[in-house]
């Protein structure tokens, strides 16, 4: 009896502290934050001065970024409990359930933001340390409260959204130099079509929580389609950039150009269709191409 006691408070430990352990890949939106992360590993991978790939050296900035992105995430989600449990698709998280105190998300965002820039600062430099923890407060403090206010927030958190990929190239070079601000193009344009399939998607759940997120204030519209063409068309030069920096070579230029291109057809496609489906095939679209970029930017460094 005494072993079968024993045996249900280990077995009761381990499912609580499983469970907790989800729920803090919950509050850091892990998937989310390894997008991230991995175009921040990319960047810094790309820089002229990091001839040889240091395993050690990439997977210490790798969790670095996972820090104070998921930093950046707890803090949203703590201070977004109350409309988090009004919209179905986060009414799960942790603090918007109940799971945990608003108290404890603050300080796992503080151990984290703190964490991530202290190896950020020690490990490669302060300049890219600097940087990242301006990301997290201008995400956190900035761009989540401005959601409720106007739709200039999207503007507003394509900042620190782009931000990754300058902090990964200022930890490679400690220099604000044309290549990082170049990455930080891509990934800044490449948000808006991205986000607003996401917020077309997700528009009666966000307009429940009282958030503002589209470019127009009546929803989904032909105004809000024409907004991700044309940024859609914007990336297209900007991905060239790489190749005539001489960051890249010939074969990810085509391959950019290409994925460039469909971006734009399908929020061509969105216009005239004005359907879910054909924002989902906007925001999926989006998803493979910042992955396929950043990959053959890599892969045909020079």
């Known amino acids: ?73 707890a803090i949203n989600q703590t201070l977004e409990k109350n409309t988090d449990a009004l919209m179905k698709r986060t009414s799960k998280r942790p603090v918007a359930a109940g799971r945990m105190q608003p108290t404890e998300g603050y300080m796992f965002a503080a ?29 956190g403090f ?13 503007l507003v958190g394509a900042f620190p959204g782009a931000l990754p990929c300058l902090i990964g190239w200022v930890a490679a070079t400690n220099e604000f130099s044309a290549g990082g601000w170049i990455l930080f193009a891509i990934q800044f344009l490449w948000q808006f079509p991205h986000f607003w ?38 990336m297209v030069p900007i991905g060239l950039m790489p190749y005539f920096f001489k960051m ?13 291109l469909i971006m734009v057809a399908l929020s061509i496609n969105l216009f005239y269709k004005m359907d879910k489906k054909s924002a989902r095939f906007v925001m999926f679209g ?9 990959i053959s930017l890599y892969a045909n460094k020079l």
């Open 1 to 73: 009896m005494e072993k079968e006691t024993t045996n249900n408070i280990a077995g009761s430990l381990s499912f609580r502290m499983a469970s907790k352990v989800k729920d803090y890949f919950l509050l850091i939106k892990f998937t989310l934050s390894f997008l991230v992360v991995f175009t921040t590993v990319i960047s810094y991978l790309l820089a002229p001065n990091v001839v040889e790939f240091d395993l050690p050296k990439v997977l210490l900035l790798f969790f670095a970024g996972m820090l104070v992105t998921g930093g950046a995430n």
């Open 111 to 139: 151990v984290c933001g703190i964490g991530g820039t202290l190896i950020l600062g020690f490990f490669f430099n302060w300049s890219s340390a600097l940087l990242a923890l301006f990301s997290l407060v201008l995400y």
């Open 142 to 154: 900035v761009y989540t409260p401005l959601k409720k206010v106007n739709s200039i927030a999207v």
């Open 197 to 234: 399939a996401i917020a077309w998607l997700a528009h009666e759940d966000y307009t429940r929580a009282g958030f503002k997120l589209l470019p127009s204030d009546k929803g989904p519209t032909k105004f809000t389609a024409i907004q991700g063409i044309i940024y859609s068309m914007l």
């Open 248 to 260: 890249s070579g010939v074969v990810s230029m085509w391959i950019i150009l290409l994925c460039n």
């Open 286 to 294: 989006s998803y493979f191409y910042i992955m396929f970029v950043f």
